[in-house]
């Protein structure tokens, strides 16, 4: 872009010309080291940018540690559950439940409580959002796109660590199942 280069021409130029006159004024000499500094806007620019990133890498790193800590949560719902029910696990096993039938219904449970789960955390984050957009009087930009994939990726997350207590359920003998009181 001419006119941008141009700019960056002129602001070096007097970049200079400022360095040269604070130089002066605080007399110091030209081989020794400054107690001042000329930034640009493009140094700001970068620092903000700098700045941005490493905000986007800890709120990533906190969301990450958030989903592990509800996918934990719901896989120990789900196995407290399979641990409890275990009686009416065998019974639906001994009358013809196909193990495939009982982990889909576990599955099911643990979608409905990863569901819940998700929409309650999209549901937080928007408002959250909003309240430090009012607060920061910032413009309130929310993505669709985003709000969406978060949701999805933490019903996903729950799904997954349901999976461990529905395999367990699905694979317990139906004897051993209808001893255990």
Known sequence: NPDLEAWRRWFEAARSEVTDIVRRTHHIGPNETPDFDVISPDDVTRAADQTSKILTGLLAGIAAVSLLVGGIGIMNIQ????????????????????????????????????????AAGVALGLAAAQIVANFMHWPSVISAGAVIGSGLFGFAVGVVFGYIPALRAARLDPIVALRRE
Do not use: D, K, N, Y
């Not at 009686?87 to 639906?92: A, D, F, L, M, N």
């Not at 449970?109 to 789960?117: A, Q, T």
């Open 79 to 118: 196995l407290v559950s399979v641990a409890e029910r275990t009686h009416e696990i065998g019974i639906r096993a001994a009358i013809g439940a196909s193990p495939g039938q009982i982990m889909r219904q576990f599955l099911v449970e643990s979608c409905v409580l990863s569901g819940i789960g998700a």
